[in-house]
T-cell receptor
């Protein structure tokens, strides 16, 4: 699985609570991404990182923040979880050996009740 | 804004049949296109990456072609097997050589024994 680990794999949380999802890579890829996947919408980019401490917004960034303090870790935080953030979240990486090929983690299923 | 369309949304075929999955995109100024496979409850697995300088790419029974001028790519699967049953997604950069990918909603393939 291209050395990508997402944690936790499953989480149920209550509305209004903060939640942090972690993505860890062992491939030393430059770029890291957070996507969410929802029925009818497909995969949509939330935030991405193009280096340590370098991040930018994606298509659906409202309500989310990210941090990347080390090459291998990319954190996604839901500041105050809402039911609309119930989704499956995927981390991806790319840029290894200069290739644009993207690789995905196994996903985190988040349910906000 | 880059938009990616995959037709059909679902496809059911008997085992052994050769089949073609289609992907179209609106902004043809892309540097690459990637095909993925997703099994239920799993992450995305990279199948093929086609660079803009290439017209096609092959891996085993899979062959992907890219026609930038028409904004289309096809994924050809030869001699389909039940194990090929999955959702197939294509993705292109949101513009040019951007690292941010835009995904189609996928084609759900079922290969019947």
């Amino acid at each position: 699985d291209a050395g990508i680990t997402q944690s936790p794999r499953h989480k149920v949380t209550e509305t209004g609570t903060p939640v942090t999802l972690r993505c860890h890579q062992t491939e030393n890829h430059r770029y890291m991404y957070w996507y969410r996947q929802d029925p009818g919408h497909g995969l949509r980019l939330i935030h991405y990182s193009y280096g340590v401490k370098d991040t930018d917004k994606g298509e659906v960034s409202d309500g989310y923040s990210v941090s990347r303090s080390k090459t291998e870790d990319f954190l996604l935080t839901l500041e105050s979880a809402t039911s609309s953030q119930t989704s499956v979240y995927f981390c991806a990486i790319s840029g290894g050996t200069g290739s644009p090929e993207a690789f995905f983690g196994q996903g985190t299923r988040l349910t906000v009740v | 804004k880059q938009e990616v369309t995959q037709i059909p949304a679902a496809l059911s075929v008997p085992e052994g049949e050769n089949l073609v999955l289609n992907c179209s995109f609106t902004d043809s100024a892309i540097y690459n296109l990637q095909w993925f496979r997703q099994d239920p409850g799993k992450g995305l697995t990279s199948l093929l990456l086609i660079q803009s300088s290439q017209r096609e790419q092959t891996s085993g029974r899979l062959n992907a072609s890219l026609d930038k001028s028409s904004g289309r790519s096809t994924l050809y699967i030869a001699a389909s097997q039940p194990g090929d049953s999955a959702t197939y997604l294509c993705a292109v950069p949101d513009q040019g050589g951007s690292e941010k990918l835009v995904f189609g909603k996928g084609t759900k393939l079922t290969v019947n024994p």
